[in-house]
């Protein structure tokens, strides 16, 4: 079964530091896609940045990356130059192309991040 | 832009009582999913659909029932509401695919039975 673990689960950062935000995977899809999302006070779910399985490069996003260590399972969002709008909740999410639900996305718990003026 | 539109922000109920959650996306897309979100156990999948008439139970389909007359509208039910259905309910749509697609997420329904 495919399983996505964040180990943290609130965080602190100075504004225009940068941060990480750990996540790792499981699962013996041998393809698979990984995902992170924001979810500020509102409730809304934002997109962040998505890293394909067999991608070579690691994905990035203006101030968003990925660093992807597929051996390790691992897919962090690395966060550069941190403002005061990125406090909110980061949620790594994995689908797997193989079998199960369509289209689904398995969430990991969350991390709580707070950047300090 | 893709909309997917919930209804209702915030939701009041009393125990006992039949809910009606309803969730309608704007882009034709094929799948659409109920999601529940309690603090510290992140989303967990209820049902989805990936057709109309379709539907297929997630990770927590108990006390839940779907209905999806229409491509665009994706409703959540819960029977006899229970104060254990209190909860962040997300609904979700994207197109079928292999990998990247995303989904696309409406701005949530805080339901509270009481």
């Known amino acids: 079964a495919q399983k996505i673990t964040q180990t943290q689960p609130g965080m602190f950062v100075q504004e225009k530091e940068a941060v990480t935000l750990d996540c790792t995977y499981d699962t013996s899809d041998p393809s698979y896609g990984l995902f992170w999302y924001k979810q500020p006070s509102s409730g809304e779910m934002i997109f962040l940045i998505y890293?394909?399985?067999?991608?070579?490069q690691n994905a990035t996003e203006g101030r968003y990356s990925l660093n992807f260590q597929k051996a390790r399972k691992s897919a962090n969002l690395v966060i550069s130059a941190s403002q005061l709008g990125d406090s909110a909740m980061y949620f790594c999410?994995?689908?797997?192309?193989?079998?199960?639900?369509?289209?689904?996305?398995?969430f990991g718990k969350g991390t709580k991040l707070s950047v300090k003026p | 832009d893709v909309k997917v539109t919930q209804s209702s922000r915030y939701l009041v109920k009393r125990t006992g009582e039949k809910v009606f959650l309803e969730c309608v996306q704007d882009m034709d897309h094929e799948n659409m999913f109920w999601y529940r979100q309690d603090p510290g156990l992140g989303l967990r999948l209820i049902y989805f659909?990936?057709?109309?008439?379709?539907?297929e139970k997630g990770d927590i389909p108990e006390g839940y029932s779907v209905s999806r007359e229409k491509k665009e509208r994706f409703s959540l039910i819960l029977e006899s509401a229970s104060t254990n259905q209190t909860s962040m309910y997300l609904c979700?749509?994207?197109?079928?695919?292999?990998?990247?697609?995303?989904?696309?997420f409406g701005s949530g329904t805080q339901l509270s039975v009481l």
């Open positions: 979700a749509s994207s197109v079928p695919g292999q990998g990247a697609e995303k989904l696309f």
């Open positions: 999410a994995m689908r797997g192309d193989y079998g199960g639900s369509q289209g689904n996305l398995i």
């Open positions: 890293q394909g399985s067999y991608d070579q």
């Open positions: 659909s990936y057709d109309v008439k379709m539907k």
